[in-house]
């Protein structure tokens, strides 16, 4: 199974505004595609923060945003806080299928 | 607000089947795309399968020959049976719901595959 690709790590400024993409194993990221953004910090479930390439669930800091770029799924961070310290993955949707990003560690220092 | 919960066994022994269930509240079994996922120690997250609308199932090709994702709607549950474990199958295995209304996930099932 494909394994859609993202940042292996980032490093944000605390205040800071940083961008993880996400590029399909396919080709370009559509809207087609409903990329979702999840937060995972250690020992805890992931938790969704941004559905259908843009949406926000009422608990996603509105310092998140999703978007497509350049080809890409794209999820901005805009005001870092040490709290947004973590792993990210995305996700793609395909008929008959789901594709995992690898992850994104972002450390916020 | 939509809550999953999962249950099932931490500790399956090698060759046997692995059983988890997801109870669901807050939003209907029978629509949508209701996935197990699992996350490796240390690893990222590996998608498993789906089942939508409560009847149509996909699965990762890689794992399609030892997967089965099935629905109790009068349950309001969706299930998981992985077979012929291998100690490779050690992983922490999440139920989520995809919908219109965003994406919902269970708390997780750490599974050992150990004699």
């Known amino acids: 199974q494909a394994v859609a690709t993202q940042e292996p790590s980032l490093t944000v400024s605390p205040g800071g505004t940083v961008t993880l993409t996400c590029a399909a194993s396919?080709?370009?990221?559509?809207?087609?595609?409903?990329p979702y953004w999840f937060q995972q910090k250690p020992g805890q479930a992931p938790r969704t923060l941004i559905y259908?390439?843009?949406n926000k669930h009422s608990w996603t800091p509105a310092r998140f945003s999703g978007s497509l770029l350049g080809g890409k799924a794209a999820l901005t961070l805009s005001g870092a806080q040490p709290e947004d310290e973590g792993d990210y993955y995305c996700l793609l949707s395909y008929t008959g299928a789901r594709e995992f990003g690898g992850g994104t560690k972002l450390t916020v220092l | 607000q939509v809550q999953l919960q999962q249950s099932g066994p931490g500790l399956v022994k090698p060759s046997e089947t692995l059983s988890l269930t997801c109870t669901v509240s807050g939003g209907s079994i029978s629509s949508y795309f209701w996935s197990w996922i699992r996350q490796p120690p240390g690893k990222g997250l590996e998608w498993i399968g789906y089942?939508?609308?409560?009847?149509?199932?996909f699965y990762n090709s890689s794992l399609k020959s030892r997967v089965t994702i099935s629905v109790d709607t009068s349950r309001n549950q969706f299930s998981l049976k992985l077979s012929s474990l291998t100690a490779a199958d050690t992983a922490v295995y999440y139920c989520?719901?995809?919908?219109?209304?965003?994406?919902?996930w269970g708390q997780g099932t750490l599974v050992t595959v150990s004699s």
């Open positions: 396919t080709g370009d990221v559509t809207s087609g595609h409903y």
């Open positions: 259908d390439t843009s």
């Open positions: 989520a719901w995809q919908s219109p209304r965003g994406g919902y």
């Open positions: 089942i939508y609308n409560g009847e149509r199932t």
